[in-house]
């Protein structure tokens, strides 16, 4: 067996405020192979963002990782110096931040911050860094790359800067690069672009991807797995086709269902989740998501689900599989979401429940 790339076990992110201590996030675990793509899905507010900076130990005052473990390549980055871990990330674990504009420095040309982070890791001549800086640019496609690395990030459009703060990620040639929404703010036309350049990486460099969005339509184009996480939880995770065909959870069904299809025969009110996620101060008991979901039953009240085997490599945490909806639904009313789909990556939208 080949061990994980990355392996998070057991992590717990809290936040400690005046109104209570928020649980950002609560025991998820999950695995990262070489080369892999995974994507994270939720509504906001479910735990996505604060998982990835919780990799990267970029957690804000006043949260801190409570618990669990961060292991990259067998080793613990939660109990390693802060030295030691500042020299992995961004060389060997990399984040693009979901607002390029406000992670890029409006002051210092673009080219110029790409060479910084070389130079965080690197001994190199400046020559060599601003060659690798216009190199770099050209590897994620920016046009006219010389000019480009001279001009500032405000001079850029939103697909450039995305693609400068790309360049950065890939600076170091890293094993892992966490993209967090990096579609958000982008119109559709530039979206298929990046998550075409994220394949290409993924393809030809073996870089593993964690994409973290909202967007289904997204995940679809370019994970291999999925995992759904919901009030600081993963309810469901597993294989991209498996959980979009055959969705074993109610959040994960309702999330699918909230999906525009270009393709429905009648014009009907896009259906929503009913309700609000819970307060992570006071959480729910039993399931978190029961008082929004449609199949609960009195165990959901009481008794929180583990997350158990629903399929060769999928799991769910539910006391009503969703096995029981399809008898009394169909599986019609999901929405099909994959590329080549009617509804595909450009019909899907940004703002599934969030």
Not at 23 to 48: D, H, P, R, W, Y
Not at 61 to 88: K, N, Q, S, W
Not at 128 to 155: F, I, M, N
Not at 259 to 279: Q, T
């Amino acid at each position: 067996m080949i061990a994980p790339l990355l392996e998070v076990k057991d992590l717990h992110t809290r936040f400690f405020t005046d109104d209570g201590v928020v649980q950002a996030v609560n025991g998820i675990s999950f695995e990262l192979n070489e080369g892999e793509s995974l994507g994270i899905v939720g509504e906001s507010g479910c735990g996505k963002s604060m998982t990835a900076l919780s990799i990267m130990g970029l957690v804000p005052e006043p949260g801190r990782v409570t618990g669990g473990e961060i292991r990259f390549r067998g080793e613990d980055l939660l109990r390693m110096r802060a030295e030691d871990v500042r020299e992995i990330r961004g060389r060997d674990i990399a984040m693009i931040f979901q607002d390029p504009l406000s992670s890029l420095n409006p002051v210092l040309r673009n080219g110029f911050q790409i060479e910084e982070a070389v130079l965080a890791h690197r001994d190199l001549p400046r020559r060599v860094t601003a060659e690798q800086a216009v190199a770099l640019l050209r590897k994620v496609h920016v046009p006219a790359a010389e000019a480009r690395a001279k001009d500032y990030p405000h001079q850029l459009s939103g697909g450039m800067r995305q693609r400068t703060m790309i360049a950065m990620g890939l600076a170091n040639q890293p094993a892992v690069l966490i993209a967090d929404e990096p579609t958000t703010a982008l119109d559709v036309t530039v979206q298929a672009q990046i998550l075409e350049l994220l394949r290409e990486l993924n393809r030809d460099m073996r870089t593993a991807i964690v994409m973290i969005t909202h967007n289904l339509g997204v995940v679809a184009g370019l994970c291999d797995r999925v995992i759904v996480m919901y009030a600081g939880q993963i309810v469901e995770e597993g294989p991209v086709d498996e959980i979009f065909e055959r969705p074993q959870h109610p959040y994960t069904w309702a999330l699918l269902r909230s999906v525009p299809r270009v393709d429905a025969m009648r014009h009907e009110r896009l259906r929503s989740i009913e309700g609000l996620p819970p307060d992570l101060v006071q959480p729910p008991s039993g399931c978190r998501f029961h008082p929004r979901c449609p199949f609960r039953v009195d165990r959901c009240f009481v008794e929180e689900p583990p997350l158990e085997s629903a399929g060769e490599g999928h799991r769910a945490a539910c006391w009503v599989r969703m096995a029981r909806a399809y008898d009394e639904m169909g599986a019609a009313d999901l929405v099909d979401v994959r590329p080549g789909a009617a509804s595909g990556i450009h019909a899907a939208g940004e703002g599934v429940g969030g």
